[in-house]
């Protein structure tokens, strides 16, 4: 057996910590996006006999190369998410001491054997977290000299993929306890989510419930369970009870822009957020004569003030704030459109806060997935003709989210990006830096308009947006990953 061990301090009283890790999320915000998939959370939280599920993806730069590729095959063909390059793990809590520590072993998976104490001591006003893990490489024994050396080369590689998951597990764990200190409300609130099972979805939900407030699912089949709402945007069906006792709505859902914008996929890109939006909009504003205080958080995207310079309208700067017209190209008719239908909920009084998200970073998904594998292949590089690139890490994303919906102060657009945009020889070159690949092969133009067509290549691949940030600082934002290198240094696990 191996035994590893990870100390952690953490500036906040032990009871906080301990009562952080009680709840559900807390083992979705710990898992590393660069080692696996959280497939179903604890069935019972802490308790002795709870069970989990992950799905562990190959170790070091093989899992940054294979498991993008697989999950990008999976995004394009709508797959389910964990048809990836995944080991299945099943995890059984087997001790608990209440506000002082727990155990979990390993019951089925790639190992012989695992198991993990999690110990938790007063530091002063702080907190000391030890986590011990014993384990067996299914390896030979090191005393078989034949194969020696494996055993000996396989625990050292293991060690060090630990390592690098307990450095990220201890990153997020400070960074989420500093937000619910600087975020707290009078009360846990009740919070509805569309899209809950999304990139920002399924971290923002994680994320709230983290802060011990009551999240809903708005899914479009009947509910099943007690954290679900059902809806059906295309019937214009919602169950309005369920909503009304809701205090805010967070809105992400809707059909994914990442593909060739035929006539056919520009009008469900157009209907499925103009029409889902409406509905939870028309259905605030009709609670609304109930007295009860009530927001409604609507994502949207940079692409509201167009792609390039060429697509924008008099009044819009170099640098877009929020206070700038639309553009006039496609994506931006499609932001302005979902935006504009907020409006029967703002005319109702409802607090709406609309959320134009850049382009977020993460290996789960989106545009830093679909690059790994050939980075990691050493065949990757910048995009002729691509721009300025305003980017956000996905913790960072979702904690402005979060801050929106729990902020009464925070209503009327705001940009979700990074303070530092950078343009894409600048974007390559951090990411081949932070991978220590070369980034010497620049990809042409027509590489992009074969998958996604000219319009798509333009709009998307292409885009030029050097967007502000300062409003969310003056919300009084924390970001968690100002620049790029740290944001990619910390979702690919490569400090």
């Known amino acids: 057996m191996a035994q590893f061990e990870f100390t952690t301090s953490l500036p906040f009283p032990r009871e906080d910590v301990f009562r952080w890790f009680s709840r559900p999320g807390a083992l979705v915000r710990l898992n590393p996006p660069f080692s696996g998939s959280v497939r179903r959370e604890p069935d019972h939280g802490l308790q002795i006999g709870s069970t989990a599920e992950l799905g562990i993806g190959a ?36 001790g608990l001491v209440p506000g002082r520590g727990f155990t979990d072993v390993m019951d089925s998976g790639p190992l012989t054997s695992w198991s993990h104490d999690h110990l938790f001591e007063d530091d002063g006003d702080g907190t000391i977290m030890r986590d011990s893990v014993t384990y067996t490489l299914p390896l030979p024994a090191a005393a078989s000299r034949p194969l020696g050396w494996l055993s000996n080369w396989g625990e050292d590689r293991f060690a060090a993929e630990l390592q690098r998951m307990f450095e990220y597990r201890e990153r997020q764990l400070i960074g989420d306890l500093l937000f619910h200190s600087r975020h ?98 028309r259905t605030l504003a009709g609670l609304s004569a109930d007295g009860r205080q009530r927001a409604l958080v609507c994502g949207s995207a940079i692409g509201y003030y167009g792609a390039s310079p060429a697509s924008r309208r008099p009044g819009a700067g170099r640098e877009l704030t929020e206070d700038c017209p639309p553009g006039t190209d496609f994506l931006a008719d499609a932001c302005a459109a979902w935006e504009a239908s907020c409006a029967p909920a703002e005319r109702s009084g409802v607090r709406v806060a609309r959320i134009r998200t850049g382009i977020v970073q993460t290996p789960a998904g989106g545009a830093l997935q679909r690059m790994l594998p050939l980075f990691m292949a050493g065949v990757g590089g910048p995009l002729a003709g691509a721009g300025m690139q305003s980017w956000i890490g996905i913790d960072d994303v979702v904690g402005i989210f979060a801050q929106a919906a729990l902020d009464d102060h925070v209503d009327g657009a705001l940009n979700a990006v990074a303070p530092y945009p950078v343009d894409g020889d600048g974007y390559a070159r951090t990411l081949a830096e932070v991978l220590d690949r070369p980034a010497r092969l620049r990809v042409p133009a027509a590489g992009p308009a074969l998958l ?22 003056e919300l009084g934002y924390g970001f968690r990953h100002p620049d790029l290198a740290s944001a990619l240094r910390h979702v690919l696990g490569r400090t």
Do not use: K, Y
């Open 59 to 94: 170790p070091g730069g093989l899992g940054l190369g294979v498991g993008p590729a697989l999950g990008s095959v999976a995004g394009t063909l709508h797959l389910p998410g964990w048809v990836r390059a995944e080991v299945p793990w099943r995890a059984r809590h087997v």
């Open 452 to 473: 996604l067509g000219r319009q798509g290549a333009r709009e998307l691949v292409r885009a030029d947006q050097q967007v502000s940030s300062l409003r969310a600082e």
């Open 184 to 281: 707290g409300t009078a009360r846990p609130l009740r919070i509805a989510i569309s899209g809950s099972s999304g990139l920002i979805g399924t971290q923002l939900r994680a994320l709230l419930l983290g802060g011990g407030h009551e999240v809903l699912r708005l899914v479009r089949r009947p509910a099943t369970a007690p954290d679900e709402i059902s809806w059906d945007p295309d019937a214009a069906r919602i169950d309005e009870a369920a909503l009304a006792g809701c205090d805010v709505v967070v809105h992400l859902a809707g059909h994914p822009i990442g593909g060739r914008f035929t006539p056919a996929n520009r009008q469900r890109i157009m209907s499925s957020r103009t029409a889902g939006t409406s509905l939870i909009a």
